[in-house]
């Protein structure tokens, strides 16, 4: 049966800059078909290698709460702040089952929820997280699965952090290292937020995207002890926000039951 996208694409229903995943309707490919709603357009593309789909985009009238929506943004200067959009090269896609290392990898740190959006760069051999603002993909970090240097990737460098909360944000916040640590963070504690800083370094820019939380705690790894406390102390200064420096026995990520004890309770 021969299918008319443009119908398909207008039935998705989409809010502006909002973010859709699903089976592709042209090729079955297993979640490989994205559509994304921006300034009236509603971009779609597969990322299955081999789909027939040509990546386009379709019109769609705003409605009047988005128009108004962005008429405020614009009052308060907000749109100057907007981040480009990543657009997903086309070797950046969901595996196929027979790439092992892949799914190794995954099933090692328990990634395998496809909320997490998680993908695979074919041409790097990479497992590849894409980083949002709100549900816009504005970069993606791959780490490399080969050996190949850096072992940490980043595609644009647009975002400022990688962030990942499972459940309804409560305001609390916990600074890690790396993406695969803020995860775990999300998991142990579905209402708090996991923030990598993506290094060992913090800026003003990170300090502007902290504001928002009620509580941070940053829990940086073993061998950053000492820029955990150095870190505390500058972000409550420059924040005024009750900020913990977390002393850890190993990565958060390797899951030691001491270190989670203590993430659940500095997190409540």
């Known amino acids: 049966m021969t299918i008319n996208i443009r119908d398909y694409v207008v039935d998705l229903e989409l809010s502006e800059g909002e973010t859709t995943r699903s089976d592709c309707p042209v090729c079955d ?3 490989t078909f994205t559509a994304t709603k921006d300034d009236g357009l509603v971009k779609y593309n597969c990322y299955k290698l081999g789909c027939s789909l040509v990546p386009s985009a379709v019109p ?3 409605t009047a ?4 929506e962005r008429l405020s943004s ?4 907000d749109l100057k702040k907007t981040v480009p959009r990543f657009i997903i090269p ?7 089952p027979s790439q092992t290392n892949y799914h190794r990898f995954v099933s090692r740190w328990g990634l395998e929820n496809e909320y997490l959006d998680v993908m695979y760069d074919v041409k790097d051999e990479r497992v590849v997280f894409l980083i949002r603002d709100k549900h816009k993909v504005i970069d993606a970090i791959g780490r490399s699965l080969n050996g190949s240097v850096p072992k940490w990737l980043r595609y644009t460098g647009n975002a400022t952090v990688f962030s990942r909360c499972m459940g309804e944000p409560n305001g609390v916040a916990v600074i890690v290292e790396d993406v695969i640590s803020a995860i775990i963070v999300s998991k142990v504690c579905p209402n708090v937020t996991g923030i990598a800083i993506l290094g060992t370094n913090i ?5 502007e995207y902290l504001q928002d939380y009620t509580k941070i705690i940053v829990a940086l790894d073993p061998d950053a002890t000492h820029k955990s406390i150095e870190y505390r102390k500058e972000i409550q200064s420059w924040t005024g926000i009750d900020t913990m420096a977390m002393m850890l026995q190993d990565d958060i990520k390797y899951k030691t039951e001491e270190d989670l004890i203590k993430l659940k309770e500095y997190t409540t």
Do not use: D, F, V, W
């Open 203 to 207: 800026n003003h820019t990170h300090m």
């Open 74 to 77: 614009l009052k308060h200067g």
């Open 29 to 31: 490919g297993r979640n």
């Open 90 to 96: 086309e070797y950046i896609t969901y595996p196929e």
């Open 60 to 62: 769609i009238n705003l």
């Open 65 to 68: 709460a988005e128009i108004a």
